[in-house]
């Protein structure tokens, strides 16, 4: 698993486009882990979210992989994300992950450790309240991404691009999240 990835994207929106970067991964193959019955549910709704928009995050346009994830997330397909969308992205990605552990290497599972950090630290609200520039309690797509410059290239190859993401500006949205950021942007620079 190319697990720099799925730290990339969870650099710039925590649960939502994390799921997208997780796209890229190449995920391992399934293997029960010791969830619950809902967990694991959960979990495989995830996994089949990220089979089968791996092969568009990984060579397509940032937009094609962003607009995937955007699709999982917004449960009532009002084109928006609202903070309970996000929560049960956030709740559903980390049952897969835990699912998923066992199958991966110690150095994916270390990165793995510090995105779930991230994850665990950034409230849905708190995060919808940190990026929700129109004040509707919701996430637009525009909203979620005003912070990059989305072009041609895959989410990954921008989120690598100093010039790319206005990283303070991502950084003052997450608040008490930005120090983790700093550490997971690091982390995929070092994997370059």
């Given at each position: 698993m ?11 929106a925590?649960?939502l486009l994390l ?9 391992a193959p399934?293997?029960?882990g ?8 959960g ?12 092969g ?9 992989c ?33 699912w998923k ?6 150095r ?6 510090i995105a ?6 950034i ?10 520039s ?5 996430l ?9 410059t989305?072009?041609?290239r895959?989410?990954?190859e921008i ?14 949205h997450l ?18």
């Amino acid at each position: 698993m190319r697990t720099a990835r799925f730290l990339a994207l969870g650099l710039c929106a925590a649960p939502l486009l994390l799921a997208g970067a997780l796209l890229a991964a190449n995920p391992a193959p399934s293997q029960a882990g010791s969830l619950g019955d809902a967990e694991m549910i959960g979990a495989k709704r995830f996994d089949s979210f990220m089979l089968k928009a791996a092969g568009p995050c990984a060579v397509e346009p940032a937009k094609t992989c962003i607009d995937q994830a955007w699709a999982f997330a917004d449960r009532d397909r009002d084109g928006e994300v609202a903070p309970g969308e996000l929560a049960a992205v956030q709740n559903e990605m980390m049952a897969w992950a835990d699912w998923k552990k066992p199958t991966m290497s110690a150095r994916d599972r270390a990165s793995l450790a510090i995105a779930q950090m991230l994850v665990h630290s950034i409230k849905p609200a708190l995060f919808v309240r940190g990026f929700d520039s129109d004040g509707d309690g919701r996430l637009s797509e525009a909203e979620l991404t005003q912070d990059l410059t989305l072009d041609k290239r895959p989410l990954l190859e921008i989120l690598r691009d100093r010039a790319a993401v206005d990283w303070p500006a991502v950084q003052e949205h997450l608040g008490s999240a930005a120090p983790l950021i700093a550490l997971l942007a690091q982390a995929a620079q070092a994997r370059r």
